[in-house]
């Protein structure tokens, strides 16, 4: 599911992730890694993400802000479920897959968070990131 969401928002590709959830998350991040690193301009990146469902989740919506600085240059809400099918089973996943990077993603170095809530607006995931481009 995560692997779709960082798919979906190319311009958030985050080589340094971190938790930045309470602990207490449905979803754990178990790995997560990109190629090449650095990331460069016109070139293809890899990515390749474990996560584990502690529990099963019936709905889920991501809000997802990409800034430079304090300026932020890329918000999107995504309902996870529009993307795959729900409900997704509690276990250990792993997905990879390849993206374009476009020759108008400037350069220089970013920061991303991706915050993800239940139906009921309890958070499942937080991860956030930074990832420079040359």
Same mark, same amino acid.
């Given at each position: 599911m995560f692997a779709l969401v960082l798919a979906i928002l190319s311009n958030a590709l985050c080589?340094?992730? &971190? +938790?930045?959830?309470? /602990?207490?998350?449905?979803?754990? =991040? +178990? @790995?997560? %890694?990109v190629k090449p690193d650095p990331i460069q301009k016109k070139q293809n990146v890899t990515y390749n993400v $474990?996560?584990?469902f &502690?529990?099963? =989740?019936?709905? @889920? $919506?991501c809000q997802a802000v990409v800034k430079k600085g304090a300026i932020p240059l890329f918000? &999107?809400? !995504?309902? !996870?479920?529009?993307? !795959?099918?729900?409900p997704i089973d509690a276990k250990t996943y792993n997905q990879h897959g390849? !993206? @374009? =990077?476009? %020759?108008i993603v400037p350069t220089g170095s970013f920061n991303a968070e991706i915050h993800c809530n239940d139906a009921n607006k309890k958070e499942i995931i937080c991860f956030s /990131?930074?990832?420079?481009i040359k």
């Open positions: 080589i340094n992730v &971190k +938790d930045c959830g309470n /602990g207490r998350n449905i979803v754990h =991040l +178990d @790995a997560f %890694s $474990t996560y584990t &502690k529990q099963q =989740l019936t709905s @889920a $919506t918000r &999107k809400t !995504i309902n !996870i479920c529009e993307n !795959i099918q729900c390849s !993206i @374009a =990077l476009p %020759s /990131g930074s990832v420079t």
